[in-house]
T-cell receptor, first 113, second 114 residues
Framework: AQSVSQHNHHVILSEAASLELGCNYS??????LFWYVQYPGQHLQLLLK??????LVKGIKGFEAEFIKSKFSFNLRKPSVQWSDTAEYFC???????????FGAGTRLTVKP | KAGVTQTPRYLIKTRGQQVTLSCSPI?????VSWYQQTPGQGLQFLFE???????NKGNFPGRFSGRQFSNSRSEMNVSTLELGDSALYLC?????????????FGPGTRLLVL
């Protein structure tokens, strides 16, 4: 069955550290890829999305993600995290052949001030 | 600009009953998506509606259904409720412009099935 894997369940960083959160999916066809963020006590927000074209996608709040088709990956990056980036991050994939959307289990990011 | 609103915010039902949840998208947004969030299964996609048509559908049984009205408001219905349907049901509205999608989530409806 198709799945989305976020291998890091909890990541703890100090402010100004660089961030990379992994996301891998197990589907060989065409996909759309997403990263969502949920800050404590707030609603989910869409960070960025990959449809097609440039595999390096820039999102809100300085985040970016790179789609590497050969590795079935869509890792989220930020060069320098802030305390306010403390949140849960979800990767998601839409499978093009059946439009089903799958989410990863989420990665909790804690940024120490 | 008002955000995505969902009603009711909290709901308690018993097994076998049915429930209808409502979502009002941001003005101008024509796409509405529904998600289920539980501690055990995490976030799961239910379905997406665009211009009154179901555009995408997740892997949920037929007890879960939805519809969208001409004003883009959407309803989700769950029939013959089961204990496992207890969850936070999130609605999101979105607008696509070129290759950019803007999506906003509502606060959710927390459903408890007893």
């Amino acid at each position: 069955a198709q799945s989305v894997s976020q291998h890091n369940h909890h990541v703890i960083l100090s402010e100004a550290a660089s961030l990379e959160l992994g996301c891998n999916y197990s589907y060989g066809g065409t996909v759309n890829l997403f990263w969502y963020v949920q800050y404590p006590g707030q609603h989910l927000q869409l960070l960025l999305k990959y449809f097609s074209g440039d595999p390096l996608v820039k999102g809100i709040k300085g985040f970016e993600a790179e789609f590497i088709k050969s590795k079935f990956s869509f890792n989220l990056r930020k060069p320098s995290v802030q305390w306010s980036d403390t949140a849960e991050y979800f990767c998601a994939v839409i499978l093009y052949n059946n439009n089903d959307m799958r989410f990863g289990a989420g990665t909790r990011l804690t940024v120490k001030p | 600009k008002a955000g995505v609103t969902q009603t009711p915010r909290y709901l308690i039902k018993t097994r076998g009953q049915q429930v209808t949840l409502s979502c009002s998208p941001i003005s101008g947004h024509r796409s509405v998506s529904w998600y289920q969030q539980t501690p055990g299964q995490g976030l799961q996609f239910l379905f997406e509606y665009f211009s009154e048509t179901q555009r995408n559908k997740g892997n949920f049984p037929g007890r879960f259904s939805g519809r969208q009205f001409s004003n883009s408001r959407s309803e989700m219905n769950v029939s013959t409720l089961e204990l496992g349907d207890s969850a936070l049901y999130l609605c999101a509205s979105s607008r696509t412009s070129g290759n950019q999608e803007t999506q906003y989530f509502g606060p959710g409806t927390r459903l408890l099935v007893l």
